[in-house]
């Protein structure tokens, strides 16, 4: 059974880069069909793809977030992250790992965790 | 971006209630919407892919149909554990884009 969870700075002050971990247990991160992909929640805008990172290395971002996201695998450790840049208060949300997978979608989903962007 | 819409916002039920969930694409997605639950405080879990299959360890009282433009979630007797939000999300054309979700309470 695949598993994530995230792990990273809770509280990022305005302009600086947030940054999330997401460690996967239970499956091959460098193998399989699943894509490693960030999701975000809050009350005014609801859930919102950022993006995923496939294990050949491609990525595919949504156009809100491809000029300020980079999200990274890091095979060794078996984890994967988003950095997001130039943060705002419309930034605070609870953010999500989850896999991907193009033929059921987002499949399995970590526990999520809550980033404040204040100063 | 596809927008996706749900109706109803909210629904009241009782336990043993039929309930349908609508939720409608700004243009076609073909077969890929999904199903999502989710309770407070916790992540969304997935419930219904590619329309109409289960995921594995979703009870069968839970169905989904539909194609195009519209699809619904079919509840066919609600049990206390399904007083939730649900989403639907299309998968066909990045971005990949969720409904605002529908809330499901106890009437």
């Known amino acids: 059974q695949l598993q994530l969870q995230e792990s990273g700075s809770g509280l990022v002050k305005p302009s600086q880069t947030l940054s999330l971990t997401c460690a996967v247990s239970?499956?091959?991160?460098?193998?399989?069909?699943?894509?490693w992909s960030w999701i975000r929640q809050s009350p005014g805008k609801g859930l919102e793809w950022i993006g995923y990172m496939f294990r050949t290395g491609t990525t595919n971002y949504s156009p809100s977030f491809r000029s300020r996201a980079t999200i990274s695998v890091d095979r060794s450790n078996s984890q994967f992250s988003l950095k997001l840049s130039s943060v705002t208060a419309a930034d605070t949300a609870v953010y999500y790992c989850?896999?991907?997978?193009?033929?059921?979608?987002?499949?399995?989903w970590g526990q999520g965790t809550l980033v404040t962007v204040s100063s | 971006d596809i927008q996706m819409t749900q109706s109803p916002s909210t629904l009241s039920a009782s336990v043993g209630d039929r309930v349908t969930i609508t939720c409608r694409a700004s243009?076609?997605?073909?077969?890929?919407l999904a199903w999502y639950q989710q309770k407070p405080g916790k992540a969304p879990n997935l419930l219904i892919y590619?329309?109409?299959t289960l995921e594995s360890g979703v009870p069968s009282r839970f169905s989904g149909s539909g194609s195009g433009t519209e699809f619904t979630l079919t509840i066919s007797s609600l049990q206390p554990d399904d007083f939730a939000t649900y989403y639907c999300?299309?998968?066909?054309?990045?971005?990949?884009?969720f409904g605002q979700g529908t809330k499901l309470e106890i009437k």
């Open positions: 999300q299309q998968y066909n054309t990045s971005p990949y884009t």
């Open positions: 989850a896999s991907y997978s193009s033929s059921s979608g987002f499949d399995y």
């Open positions: 590619k329309v109409s």
């Open positions: 243009q076609s997605i073909s077969v890929w």
């Open positions: 239970g499956a091959s991160i460098s193998s399989g069909d699943h894509s």
